[in-house]
């Protein structure tokens, strides 16, 4: 099937000079902690999507750690953070000549001034240009329509009300066969993919493989849910440094019970690698 060979002309943003390295960037207050006023320009109804989150803190341990690269990051998400200021502390749990080990809270104040942790994670990071090139594998890029024949937020409303903040930040094209919850006859088959990429044009990098991995709708949609679906902990695997140009994002459910779902994704780059992987445990609310 033709492939998009890229996003949309445009004027376009560089890494480490666009609206998304801006929205991440921390001040460095001492030694592991950092200030950062966090965006509503990436916000889902009125909670920070946790995508973002994931990325502003992958951000700080990048400068806290030896290694540049986020290999593996786990999050449990604590509260729903909010607009606006907030501390993260980081910890080197353990350095080594190939990989080294941090942990990262995030921080907001209540209406008291009492520190409220919304995020922790634990991550382990390297250098992804030192690994092998050798690949071996079964996986292979989802099979999408070109991304002329796929539909993003400006196509129709938004899925939530009030949801379309971070929808503005993003370049989503959806796959239409996982489009049917929009015209109210969701499939049931629990799958998402989409076209992705950042709306000023600027190329993926490690940090935002793990905003892409959480920025799709929920596959919940496509059960037949609606509403918010909370994420509880998030696990992502980055696994090279992407090449220039959009991405493909597949995510997948297969059991949602108890109120809860696991969504496996896959992030895919220009050159039909697999860059990224991640499950997370959301909660859903039924009835």
């Not at 907001?108 to 071996?136: F, K, W």
Request: charge should be negative; charged fraction near 20%; include cysteine.
């Amino acid at each position: 099937m033709p492939e998009a060979a890229s996003a949309p002309a445009a004027a376009r943003a560089t890494i480490g000079d666009s609206e998304f390295d801006r929205d991440t960037a921390l001040v460095r207050r001492a030694p592991g902690v950092y200030d950062i006023d966090l965006s509503a320009g990436w916000t889902i109804i009125n909670a920070v999507n946790g995508g973002y989150l994931l990325a502003v803190l992958g951000r700080a341990l990048a400068d806290a750690l030896p290694h540049p690269d986020p290999f593996t990051v786990s999050a449990h998400y604590l509260t729903a953070s909010q607009p606006g200021p907030a501390v993260v502390r980081t910890d080197v749990v353990r350095t080594g000549r190939t990989l080294s080990t941090g942990q990262a809270s995030l921080f907001q104040y209540d209406e008291d001034g009492r520190e409220v942790e919304r995020i922790r994670v634990l991550a382990s990071y390297g250098d992804l240009d030192t690994l092998p090139e050798d690949v071996r594998t079964t996986a292979a890029p989802p099979a999408m329509p070109p991304m002329e024949q796929c539909f993003g937020p400006e196509d129709g409303p938004a899925p939530v009300s009030g949801s379309s903040a971070i929808a503005d930040r993003l370049m989503l094209k959806l796959d239409p066969a996982t489009l049917g919850w929009a015209l109210g006859a969701p499939s049931g088959k629990g799958e998402m993919r989409a076209w992705f990429g950042l709306a000023d044009g600027r190329d993926a990098d490690p940090l935002s493989l793990l905003l892409a991995v959480d920025a799709l709708p929920p596959t919940a949609f496509e059960i037949g849910l609606t509403g918010w679906v909370p994420t509880v902990e998030l696990t992502v695997h980055v696994r090279c440094r992407p090449a220039p140009g959009p991405l493909r994002v597949s995510i997948t459910t297969r059991n949602l019970a108890g109120g809860f779902l696991e969504e496996d994704a896959e992030v895919w780059d220009s050159a039909r690698r697999l860059v990224a992987q991640s499950r997370q445990l959301a909660r859903v609310r039924l009835g």
